[in-house]
């Protein structure tokens, strides 16, 4: 779950596309409805942008207490404390620097709602390329990156030769990722998937 930020989707669907804030706040009273739902007979609720009376949301789903949430984005005030308050897993879309200033904020908010910081899964999304120098990994990284993701992806990235790729994960771990969330240059083909498999998932 996260607030959204691509407007063109939002138009593309007929939404309206709303402030930063108003979008978080849409997004908490999802969180609490859906939370609901999922661990109790009936859910009401009276929001101010979303309302249910005496909802039934049968079969519930088969994980206990629920199915988990995942909140993405990394915005330090609203957020991280929302992840503190509803979510299993976070997805901080940061390089491993920034990441590890984020996951600090983070346990602040988990410890000011009284949540073990430690129950959290942190995740990020990184990109692959794989090549046989890093300047050529670097030159393929796609012109829609900056959009995506911040700073400078080809340094940070999973973008390089086997070795640089080695400790661009090593960097990830270092600094608190417990997932990684991959795309792949080449997804369709899935060549690049493959070759990471090899090197890097262990059998």
């Given at each position: 779950?996260?607030a959204g930020w ?5 138009r593309?669907?007929?939404y309206d596309?709303?402030?930063?804030g108003?979008?978080l706040k849409?997004l908490e ?7 609901s739902m ?6 009401s609720?009276e929001?101010?942008?979303f309302?249910?009376?005496?909802v039934?949301?049968q079969?519930?789903?088969v994980q206990?207490?629920?199915l ?17 308050e509803y979510?299993?897993?976070c997805n ?6 920034e990441?590890?200033?984020?996951l600090?904020i983070?346990?602040?908010h988990?410890?000011?709602?009284g949540r ?8 990020s999304t990184?990109?692959?390329i794989i ?9 393929a990284v796609?012109?829609?990156?900056p ?5 400078d ?6 973008v ?17 990722v417990?997932e ?16 990471f498999?090899?090197?890097?998932i262990q059998?």
């Amino acid at each position: 779950m996260g607030a959204g930020w691509y407007e063109e989707e939002y138009r593309a669907f007929g939404y309206d596309f709303p402030a930063a804030g108003e979008r978080l706040k849409r997004l908490e009273e999802a969180l609490q409805i859906m939370t609901s739902m999922w661990t109790q007979d009936l859910t009401s609720f009276e929001g101010t942008y979303f309302r249910a009376s005496g909802v039934v949301n049968q079969p519930a789903g088969v994980q206990t207490p629920r199915l988990p949430v995942l909140v993405a984005g990394g915005g330090e005030k609203v957020t991280l404390r929302l992840v503190a308050e509803y979510a299993d897993m976070c997805n901080v879309q940061e390089p491993p620097t920034e990441f590890a200033r984020k996951l600090d904020i983070l346990a602040e908010h988990c410890a000011v709602v009284g949540r073990d910081y430690s129950t959290i899964t942190k995740t990020s999304t990184s990109y692959c390329i794989i090549a046989d120098t890093d300047k050529q990994a670097r030159a393929a990284v796609p012109p829609w990156a900056p959009m995506v993701f911040p700073g400078d992806l080809g340094w940070y990235g999973l973008v390089g030769t086997i070795a640089t790729i080695h400790e661009r994960l090593a960097a990830y771990e270092q600094v608190g990722v417990d997932e990684l969330i991959l795309g792949f240059q080449d997804a369709l083909s899935a060549d690049t998937l493959r070759r990471f498999a090899e090197e890097f998932i262990q059998r």
